[in-house]
């Protein structure tokens, strides 16, 4: 592996994981054992002691019964009987001169003379080193009443042993632990990145060739991973949306603008083309002051339209009072109301609150009431009513015109369209579509009710409380 694969894996959060995974397991593997060592060499001791104390005080009771006889007797019946000579036993008189010494012959490395020359002599335990090897002789010593020191002792050759052991296991245990620390590290960190691996693919899939419709697969867990997962899949659904919208919006507009361009190169041909009198120039300008005008318009509201169906439309959000912004727009439409002799009803109430764009809203009640006056024949009446419900405000605008038929009915909410029946009057065919685009981007809905020949029944629905962070 060159020294470059190395320097990039090194940097690689995986192989972080995997180190801090590993050093983690071997620490802590390492402090177990180094405890169960302490543990076990401390327990060895302590049983060792014990079976010298109480070696001590048979022994003790020997001498105190049948002097040094009761001593020699006990281990002359001890080497009868085939027990082993384990202990190592010293009487010394009140100076602590040597008066019986049992040392068995293994034990000729360890040097008595500093117990002759006074250790013990006050001190409870002892331990005499080997100058052969790591063993130890401990020693424990008595005063009896008549001054007499007896020291009775073993060697901890035993636990050595099974301490050495231990450690012989630890050594080549650490090789296993450092080889299953990174093993199993390796093995989680390729586990918990797998989500990871997958979002990069996916990501570098889109990267490449530009196809949003990727997604990321479920994941089956509740855990962070998910959620990200959830997040990534939730932020492509929506640039997916914005991708369309913004295409669709864009074929709509060079589709729709095609008709009214050809519409104004055609006044203008037909203008230079003709007789050039200055009343001719002047009607073909007008003309095609009224078609960009059209056109200017139609684009804006087009522009809208997309914003609100994508859901980049800004809200300006305030708490409005409904029956201000109702009374606006029926003052705006009362001229030409009047015009066709159309009775404009009011029904509702002076206050009437929620949160929305009001500018928006009057657009969405403009466009409604236009509708209404338009499509409805002279002396008619049209009504607008508003009223609450616990979360919800409801508005309706009523006419008595022509109707739509079922058949047409979900195709009004469409851009651009117009029903055979309504291409007389002036319209784009956006004033729906707009309408809602903006209701639906406030959280609401709107719904028509219609019966040919005898009128149309419009009603939105509004949430009265919307945040920011909803939208
Ligand atoms: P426009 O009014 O400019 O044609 P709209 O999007 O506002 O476009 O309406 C789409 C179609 O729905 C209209 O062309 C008309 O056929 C029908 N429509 C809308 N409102 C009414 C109404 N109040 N009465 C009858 N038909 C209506």
């Not at 361009?261 to 009343?279: I, V, Y």
């Not at 727009?329 to 009362?334: F, H, P, R, T």
């Not at 009057?362 to 008619?380: F, H």
């Not at 607008?384 to 009915?409: L, N, S, Y």
Request: glycine share 8%.
């Amino acid at each position: 592996m060159s020294l470059r694969v190395l320097e990039r894996l090194r940097r690689t959060f995986g192989f972080r994981l995997t180190l801090w995974y590993a050093a983690i397991f071997i620490l802590s593997s390492l402090a177990l054992f180094i405890l169960a060592y302490f543990f076990l060499a401390s327990s060895l001791r302590q049983k060792d002691h014990e079976l010298i104390r109480s070696r001590l005080r048979e022994v003790e009771a020997e001498y105190l019964t049948d002097g040094l006889k009761g001593i020699r007797q006990e281990l002359k019946m001890d080497r009868e009987v085939g027990k082993p000579n384990n202990f190592f036993i010293r009487l010394a008189g009140p100076t602590n001169h040597t008066i019986f010494l049992n040392l068995p012959d293994r034990w000729g490395g360890f040097s008595l003379k500093s117990l002759e020359a006074g250790a013990g002599s006050r001190a409870v335990w002892t331990r005499l080193g080997s100058k052969d090897d790591e063993n130890g002789l401990e020693i424990v010593t008595s005063r009896m009443a008549n001054g007499a020191i007896l020291q009775v002792g073993k060697d901890t050759e035993s636990r050595e042993d099974l301490l050495e052991t231990f450690r012989g296991i630890f050594f080549g245990g650490i090789l296993v632990i450092i080889v299953l620390g990174f093993g199993a590290g390796q093995f989680l960190t390729w586990r918990a990145l797998a989500p990871i691996r997958q979002l990069i693919a996916t990501v570098s899939t889109i990267a490449d060739t530009g196809k949003v419709q990727a997604r990321l697969s479920a994941i089956h867990t509740d855990d962070e991973f998910a959620e990200l997962s959830r997040l990534v899949n939730r932020m492509l659904a929506r640039i997916e949306t914005l991708i369309t919208g913004m295409k669709n919006t864009l074929d709509n507009v060079a589709h729709d603008l095609r008709t009214p361009m050809t519409r104004l190169r055609g006044m203008a041909e037909m203008a230079l083309a003709g007789n050039g009198s200055p009343t001719a120039c002047r009607e073909a300008l007008a003309d095609c002051l009224e078609e960009s005008e059209r056109v200017l318009a139609m684009l804006n509201t087009l522009m809208d339209i997309s914003e609100a169906e994508t859901g980049t439309l800004h809200l300006n959000l305030k708490r409005v009072n409904l029956p201000e912004i109702l009374a606006s727009v029926i003052e705006l439409y009362a001229y030409v109301a009047e015009d066709k002799q159309i009775t404009l009803e009011s029904n509702c109430p002076s206050e009437l609150y929620l949160t929305g764009d009001p500018e928006r809203l009057r657009q969405t009640l403009a466009n409604l009431l236009d509708n209404a006056i338009k499509y409805s024949p002279e002396s008619g009446k049209v009504t607008i009513e508003a009223w609450d419900r616990p979360d919800q405000v409801v508005i309706r605008v009523k006419d008595q015109g022509p109707g739509i038929a079922p058949a047409e009915i979900p195709r009004i909410w469409d851009r651009l369209y117009r029903g055979d029946e309504s291409r007389s009057q002036r319209g784009l065919g956006l004033g729906l579509s707009l309408v809602k685009a903006i209701v639906a981007a406030h959280h609401g809905q709107v719904e028509v009710a219609s019966q040919p020949g005898l009128g149309s029944e419009f009603s939105v629905y509004l949430p009265k409380q919307l945040s920011l962070t909803s939208l």
